[in-house]
C-alpha cells in the first residue's frame, strides 16, 4: 500500500531523515518510534503529500505522491501532531468542511458525520465550538475529520500526545476498532503503546531506521540472551569468577549497592540456569537472597538502539 | 472547483461573524461619511462622489490588508494550513476561494456606500457618468488591493506582518507616479504607468477606458498568480 524508497529530506544544510526505505502492506498498522527530533514528522509529512522528499519517492496505492500528488492525496487521512483545528466552528461544522475538501459529495458527508460521531464519541458535542473542547476532545475531532472519508491509508503523528490516561487507552481503542482493510501509519514515543497496536516497528533514530521488526521479535528475539538477576550474600571477588564459570553464561555484571550484591548474568539463549546457579551458590556455602529472570523490555532495545552507550 | 466554493463559504461566513471585519466595515462607512459630506457644506456644491472616491482609495492602503491579513497568515499558524494542503484541493483552488470571500465581503461594503448616491440622486441632479465610472474604478482597485493582501497573508504565519507587507506594495504602486520624476527615460515612464493613481483618475471623472481596465485586472491577475505560486513554495521550504 506504502512504498517508500531512498527518502531523504534535507533542512537547508541538516539531514532530516537520511535513506529511509520500508513498505506498509494493506491492512497493517505501522509504528514509527523514536526519540523527539528523530525525524518520524518529517516521514509522516512526506507519505502525507505535505511536502516533497530532498530525495527519493514515495508511493500510496501505486501513486507517487509528488508526481500524482492529487490522487495520493484522496487516498489519505491525516491527523498532524498539532491537531489542526479551525477553533471559531462547530464540530458539525467542521467536519462538513473537511468532507467537501475531501471531495465527498454531501450526501456521502451526511451518511457518514453520523457514523464518524458516534465512533469518536461526540454525539454530546456536535453543535458546540471547537474553541470549547478540552484537549483530548478536540484530539477526537482530528481523528473524526482523518477518518471521515474512509482513507485506504491512515497516517496519525503521535495521536495520543497531550491527553489524560482515560482518554489514551479510549483513542488506542479507537485506532485498533479501525477496521482491518485501514492501513495505518502511527508515530510515537510511548513504546507500550506501539507494541499494544502495531503489527510492525520501525525504530528511527537521527534520521536513520536503526531497527525493523514486529514488537514481539523485538522484545524477544532480537537479543537471544536471556537475562537473570541473583542477588548472592557472600565476598563479591570469589562469587564472581564461580558465576562465570557455569556452562551458558556469557558474561556477568556485579553491581555493590550498599552491602547488597546483585549479579546481572547474560545467558545464551533458550537456557534455563536458574537451578545450577542456585546450587553453585549454595555449594559454595553463600546464602541466595534472590533469584529472577529479567526479559529485555522494549524501552531497553530502543534505548540500546537509539543510544550509543552500553546498558 | 467544489473546494473552491467549499473554501469560499467558509471564509465568507467568518467574514460575516468576525468582529475585524464589522470594525473594518465601522472605519469604512465612518470615514467615507466624511469624505462625501466634505464639500457639502461650499457655497455651491457640486453633486457628485469624486471627493468620496479620492478618499477611498487612500483608505484602501490600509483597509485592504486588515481584510485581507488572515486568509492564510492564521491558517499556517493554526497549523490547518497542514490539513489544507494534505487535503486533495489544488493550490490555485484555495487562492481563489479565499479571494472571492474577501471579494464578497468588500462589495458587500461597496453596497453600503451605494447610500451616498441615492442621496445624491434623491436630492439633487448629479452627472451619473462618472458615479457609475467612479464604481467601476473604485471596485477594480479594492480587487486590485485585496490581491495585493492576499499576496502578503500567503507569505507569513504572522498576520501583522502581512498587513504590513501588504500596505507597504499598496503605497509603493500609489506613490508610483511620483517616484517617476526621478527616474529618468523608459523606467521612469513604466514606474509612472505602474502607479495606480493615474489609473484611477479617469475613472473618476467618468472616463472609461479599456487601458485603465487591463491595467487593474493585470494587476489581480499577477498578484493572485503570485500567491499560488507563493503557497506552492511553501511545500519546498
Same mark, same amino acid.
Given at each position: ?311 | ?39 457639502? $457644506? ?5 453633486? =457628485? ?9 487612500? !483608505?484602501? #492602503? @490600509? *483597509? &485592504? ?83 495585493? $493582501? ?5 507569505? =507569513? ?9 501588504? !500596505?507597504? #506594495? @499598496? *503605497? &509603493? ?65
Amino acid at each position: 500500500m506504502i512504498q517508500a524508497d531512498g527518502l531523504t529530506h534535507y533542512y537547508g544544510p541538516y539531514p532530516a531523515i537520511q535513506d529511509v526505505n520500508f513498505g506498509v502492506r494493506k491492512g497493517e498498522i505501522l509504528g514509527f518510534l523514536g526519540p523527539n527530533g528523530a525525524g518520524k514528522t518529517t516521514t509522516m509529512r512526506i507519505i502525507t503529500g505535505f511536502m516533497p522528499p530532498t530525495r527519493g519517492t514515495v508511493t500510496l496505492d501505486g501513486y507517487d505522491v509528488v508526481e500524482q500528488s492529487l490522487q495520493a492525496r484522496r487516498r489519505v487521512g491525516y491527523l498532524p501532531e498539532t491537531v489542526p483545528l479551525y477553533t471559531d466552528m462547530s464540530v458539525n461544522g467542521y467536519l462538513k468542511y473537511m468532507g467537501t475538501l475531501r471531495g465527498m459529495s454531501p450526501t456521502f458527508i451526511k451518511a457518514r458525520l453520523g457514523e464518524v460521531i458516534d465512533v469518536c464519541r461526540l454525539g454530546d458535542y456536535r453543535k458546540t465550538q471547537i474553541g470549547k473542547l478540552s484537549k483530548g476532545f478536540r484530539q477526537r475531532v482530528g481523528i473524526a475529520q482523518a477518518i471521515l472519508h474512509e482513507p485506504q491509508v491512515l497516517v496519525l503523528d503521535e495521536p495520543t500526545i497531550g491527553i489524560d490516561p482515560i482518554q489514551v487507552v479510549e483513542t488506542r481503542r479507537l485506532i485498533k476498532d479501525l477496521g482491518s482493510d485501514q492501513t495505518v501509519v502511527l508515530s510515537s514515543h510511548i513504546l507500550p503503546e506501539v507494541s499494544m497496536l502495531c503489527d510492525r516497528v520501525l525504530i528511527i533514530n537521527e534520521g536513520r531506521i536503526v531497527a525493523e521488526d514486529t514488537p514481539k521479535n523485538l522484545a524477544e528475539g532480537l537479543q537471544g540472551v536471556e537475562r537473570l538477576e541473583v542477588e548472592v550474600g557472600g565476598p563479591a571477588a570469589e562469587v564472581l569468577p564461580v558465576l562465570k564459570a557455569i556452562r551458558g553464561v556469557n558474561d556477568v555484571k556485579h553491581v555493590n549497592d550498599d552491602g547488597r550484591h546483585t549479579y546481572t548474568i547474560q545467558a545464551q539463549a533458550g537456557q534455563d540456569l536458574r537451578d545450577v546457579i542456585s546450587q553453585e551458590v549454595i555449594n559454595h556455602g553463600w546464602s541466595l537472597r534472590g533469584l529472577q529472570m529479567v526479559g529485555m523490555s522494549l524501552e531497553e532495545i530502543f534505548l540500546r538502539l537509539t543510544t550509543h552507550e552500553e546498558l | 472547483m467544489r473546494t473552491a466554493q467549499a473554501v469560499a463559504w467558509k471564509e465568507i461566513q467568518i467574514y460575516f461573524s468576525s468582529p475585524t471585519a464589522y470594525i473594518v466595515g465601522l472605519i469604512f462607512l465612518a470615514l467615507t461619511g466624511i469624505f462625501f459630506t466634505r464639500d457639502l $457644506g461650499d457655497p455651491f456644491p457640486e453633486a =457628485t462622489l469624486e471627493p468620496f472616491f479620492e478618499g477611498t482609495i487612500i !483608505m484602501f #492602503i @490600509l *483597509l &485592504a490588508p486588515a481584510l485581507t491579513m488572515r486568509l492564510l497568515a492564521e491558517e499556517s499558524k493554526l497549523g490547518t494550513l497542514e490539513l489544507l494542503l494534505t487535503s486533495p484541493v489544488r493550490d490555485w483552488e484555495i487562492i481563489i476561494g479565499k479571494y472571492v470571500a474577501s471579494l464578497v465581503f468588500f462589495l458587500a461594503l461597496v453596497a453600503l456606500s451605494f447610500f451616498y448616491a441615492i442621496l445624491l440622486f434623491w436630492f439633487a441632479n448629479p452627472d451619473p457618468g462618472p458615479i457609475y465610472a467612479g464604481y467601476l474604478g473604485f471596485i477594480l482597485y479594492g480587487s486590485a488591493a485585496l490581491a495585493v $493582501g492576499l499576496l502578503a497573508s500567503t507569505m =507569513t504565519s504572522n498576520q501583522i506582518v502581512s498587513a504590513v507587507v501588504a !500596505m507597504g #506594495i @499598496l *503605497l &509603493a504602486l500609489f506613490f508610483a507616479d511620483r517616484a517617476s520624476g526621478s527616474v529618468n527615460g523608459l523606467a521612469g515612464e513604466i514606474i509612472g504607468e505602474m502607479g495606480v493613481r493615474g489609473h484611477f483618475d479617469d475613472f473618476s471623472r467618468g472616463v472609461i477606458d479599456t487601458t485603465n481596465i487591463v491595467y487593474f485586472l493585470s494587476v489581480i491577475a499577477f498578484f493572485l498568480f503570485l500567491s499560488i505560486r507563493t503557497l506552492e513554495s511553501r511545500r519546498w521550504r
